[in-house]
């Protein structure tokens, strides 16, 4: 069994990149940021971190700041 991955805001964080992107799903965010919809699964799941290679691309989409997307992900904001 996968080991769980400790970023308990994982899930809100890909949320608000979608709405941020005016995203209709996670298909359509795996497309966007040019990954393979099981990643974003597995994201989900806690079974795979968001990698820095991850974040520099939605960061080059959204300029949202890296501290606040460690902030997210370690589920310090909503």
């Known amino acids: 069994m996968a080991k769980a991955v400790t970023q308990p805001g994982a899930n809100a964080f890909l949320d608000k990149i979608i ?3 005016q995203l209709k ?3 359509a965010l795996s497309r966007t940021l040019e990954i393979a919809p ?3 699964s597995k994201i989900r799941h806690h079974t795979l971190p968001v990698g820095a290679t ?3 691309r939605i960061h080059e989409l959204t300029d949202m700041p890296f501290r606040d ?3 997210m992900l370690a589920g310090e904001v909503a």
């Open 19 to 21: 709405a941020l992107l």
């Open 54 to 56: 991850l974040m520099l």
């Open 38 to 40: 099981p990643v974003v």
């Open 25 to 27: 799903n996670d298909a």
């Open 69 to 71: 997307m460690r902030a």
